[in-house]
C-alpha cells in the first residue's frame, strides 16, 4: 500500500542521509513515498527497469539474486535500487519483505538532486 510521504524522523535514520543540511533533509522527506510492505510482498524484481531508490524505513528485506538464491537482509537504515539508476542497467535482484517492513522511496529526479550526490561527495 501506498502512504504519506517519509517523515524527518525516520530519514535522520538512514546513515547515508546523515551529511544532509536540515533544508535538504526536508525537501528530500516531502518527495520520498512511504510504503508499507506486507510480508513476502516484492519492492522490485530482477530484470525489470529500474525507477526508484529505497531505504528501509523498519522491518527487513530479503535480497534473491540470480544463481544465488538469498543473498543478504537489509535492515532499517540500510539502502537499494542505486546501481540501477546510476547505470542505467535492468535490475539485478529482487528485493522482497521478510515480514511486515516499511520502505520510502523516491523517483531518478529525486535521487539525481539529493541522493546520488551523497555517494561521490
Not at 524527518?8 to 522527506?29: I, K, N, T, Y
Not at 537499494?80 to 522482497?96: C, D, F, K, N, Y
Request: charge should be negative.
Amino acid at each position: 500500500m501506498v502512504g504519506r510521504p517519509a517523515s524527518v524522523d525516520e530519514l535522520e535514520q538512514v546513515p547515508v542521509f546523515s551529511s544532509l543540511d536540515d533544508g535538504a533533509l526536508v525537501r528530500l522527506a516531502a518527495r520520498m513515498e512511504r510504503r508499507e510492505l506486507a510480508p513476502g510482498e516484492a519492492v522490485l524484481r530482477e530484470g525489470e527497469e529500474g525507477d526508484r531508490f529505497y531505504v528501509v524505513l523498519s522491518g527487513l528485506l530479503g535480497v534473491w539474486e540470480p544463481g544465488v538464491g538469498q543473498a543478504a537482509v537489509l535492515t532499517p537504515g540500510e539502502y537499494v535500487g542505486e546501481l540501477a539508476l546510476v547505470e542505467h542497467v535492468p535490475r539485478t535482484a529482487t528485493v522482497s519483505a521478510l515480514g511486515e517492513a516499511a520502505v520510502a522511496s523516491c523517483d531518478e529526479p529525486t535521487f539525481g538532486e539529493l541522493v546520488a550526490p551523497l555517494f561521490w561527495a
